[in-house]
């Protein structure tokens, strides 16, 4: 407390308003924890109590069941070897294109990474579309090849799934690979060491802790993955998808889908312990220190070749598929009759869900983008018990699988007094408070780079909380904002997981009405509004991108 | 010093697209010698030292390590260790296994390598510390255990790129009596990088002062401080003051007169003398300048008055004001004088044994 406004608090004239301004924090904070409480742990909170829902009391029944299924079972085993298998694929070829584009030939790291990150924007639905196209009995590879190859089943899933979720475990391989002190690397080369030694020895124990992340990561991904499997998986049956149809299927049974949702949070739940918990602590990478100039030496070809290979075998699994879809939305049916055609695009059901996805997606990342932002605020300047509990919480709804966090609001807000089911804000508030964490931590690592004296100083000089909040905060956490914006949007815009139990007739999102039509086995609607889809995803983020670019600028120029 | 050198280049260049990092340096290191590299940050004494380990390639200039060109060796294939300014311990190996690592990758038997760990943890006095991790340790450890990882294969040259920037004043004077034994005790050749001058005196064999990629001046610490070879060096290596003048002459007892700005002064230095008329640019240490006591007379007087008075405890340093130049004078061992104060008159003696630079030294 500075002299200044300790005698300013004490003249009797203000005090209303000093009262005023000293509850302001806390209020603010008691609201949002509010809101936490209702949107994320309260709905959790619910399936888990239903899942142990009996018709006379509490009971175990329902797990009893499940473990005395053998189609649950073999649901079990289905899903735990698609984890296994996608978990390795996804994490050695996220290495590799990492290790190419972090230390391979200049002129293939902008195009490898470029590649390795599109499946961001293209989701699982959008994959499926594609590989159906390609690999389906009349697919585009039977009628070239004349074969009789089939995708659907353990192909489909297994490809599906990898090139879903490549670009988590790239993204995270290459910040691994990049925040890794090059000296290590060169120090053991100096040595004595040779490329491949360097590599056994120091980089990749170096990148274990954080690869083991990403693997945690992958798997629980794969587990809370219903789309693919649902359109690839040619009658396999896998839990996510189980649940899905318990939801919205004939078999309609709430309790069975929460005991099944239980156990799609568990690998979320120890992956997000994991990640929470490192993030605290200690790893490897954040090692003091500066390095020199570091000059890219080229990799020893015994490396480069088969490493530069792989990538590019990657890099095309991830561009024909895209092709594809892109092909799939301009003719009739794309390899039985390749006539161009626009018809796609005028069916009005997918007209009508991707207005519908954009509005949504607007709403959710504005309320998003100022909750997380208020929210981080809390977070990093007040101390108050239980704050590391309330980061968690918020954490936690990013944590658990979208799903999970669809069927909690079905069984929360159906019934009054707050009863949401069927409209349009149930799917915002699902959005919002599942993708709320990247806000909220986004925000708090702006602040923690922010020093409080700036606040402390405006305050000083006579601002109260929310002026001081509203002056000096908020335009610091500009960028913060921004990327929480179009992140939330972007996200918004493309989830399945999410709103696929929040939809309803006339309220549907494009992922939804993609996913449908996958399912039907319309291909040509499915990949025109997955062209529209992405291309609508693309636009908004240039536009953004291009906002935000000249307003850092603005602000480098007046903090300059 | 015997005759043939261990290290050898000419010509070294490097360039970042428009930025000549190194340009043209050459220099030959004698074995058992300490030379360092010093100069301020962006002079090129990093990249320079990272071009003799291997991790950078010259545009143009050989290196020879005894007498073979390894100017396209990668760093596994050469002889030199360099230890890296943030030391660059492998996180997770324990000491020990940082500093075996050099002997484990040529696949040593273990108990060849366990007996080399042990005596380097003797030699920098870390003996049954092996175990732990590097972060266990102190700043000045972690330092020693860096230094033992490097001597593990018995390197030809010892490349040292800052090795003391991160430790604390304190304990920076320490290590450096520490590596200084460590080279003498045994032979060490080190290349030895910093941008702190005064380091660089009290550590070196030869010091090569290096600015805009090139070196400026190479000699022993006294010959580089008491004759700076231009304005650059004189200025980085220690403070300087600069008198220009005019060569008038020399005296039947052969000295030199200069008239300057302070007036006639009467030298005697050493080395060729210029022609009478050159321009001649005096290079004067402040605590070469003395305060004349009251009343003395004598040759090379100069009055001066006293600007600000800044005690530092080894000694006093008055800014003055001498007929329009500004001059730096140290006072030594101030605790038996009264100090001068601001604004008071003194009268200011100039050593005989000025040096001057050359009239072609332009910086």
Redesign the interface.
Known sequence: MTVAAATRRGRPGESVQALADALTMPALTVLMVGALLLFIVYPLGLVFVKSFEGDAGPTLGNYVRFFSSRYFLGSLRNSLVLAAITTAATVTLGLVVAFVVTRGPTALRMPARLTALLPLIAPSYVFGVALIILGGRQGLVNQMLGTEFRIFGWPGVILGQVLTILPVCYLMAENVLTSM?R??E?????????AL?VVR??TL??ATPGLLKAALLAFALSIADFATPTILGGGLAFLAQDALLLVIGAEYDLRMASVLSVFLILPSFVSFLVHHRWLAG?S?TT???????V?A?AMPPVLQVPLVLLTMVVCLAILIPMAVVVFGAFTQLAGINNAWTLQHFSNFRGLRALAFSLRMAAVAAGIAAVLGVVLAYVLARRRFAGRSLVEFVALLGFAIPGTVLGIGYVLAFNTPPLRLTGTFWIIVLGCVFHYLAVVVEAGISKLSQIDVSLEEASRDMGASTLGTFGRIVLPLMGTALMAGLVYTFMNSMLTLSTVIFLISPGRETASAVIFHFARMGELGLASAFSVLLIGAVLLCLAVLWTVVRRRGMLVLGGTG | MPERPILTFEGLTKR?GAVTALDGVSAAIFPGELVSFVGPSGCGK??LL?LL????TPDAGRIWLDGSDITAE???R?A???V?????L???MSVAENIG??AR??RRPSAEVNRRVGELLSLVRLDGLGHRRP?QLSGGQQQRVALA??L??NPRVLLL?EPLS?LDAHLRILMRAELKRLQRELALTVVYVTHDQEEALSISDRIAVMDAGRIQQVGLPREVYERPANEFVARFVGVANFVEGEMAGVTETGEMVVHSALGELRLHPAGDLPRPGAPVRLVIRPEAIRIAPQGEAGPNRVPARIETVLYTGSLIRYGMEAEGVSLTVDQPDPRHIVPHREGERVTLIFPPDAHFLPADAER
């Open positions: 002190d000296n290590l060169d120090s053991a080369s100096d040595l004595g060491a040779s030694q020895t120091i124990p170096l200690r490897y090692i003091t220190g500066r390095g020199g100039a000059e030496r | 970042y990093t990249t990272r380990g291997g991790f950078l990668p760093p596994n050469r030199t260790a360099l890296f300014q943030n030391y660059a492998f996180p997770h690592y050099a990758i040529r972060d990882r490097a593990c294969f790129d991160n």
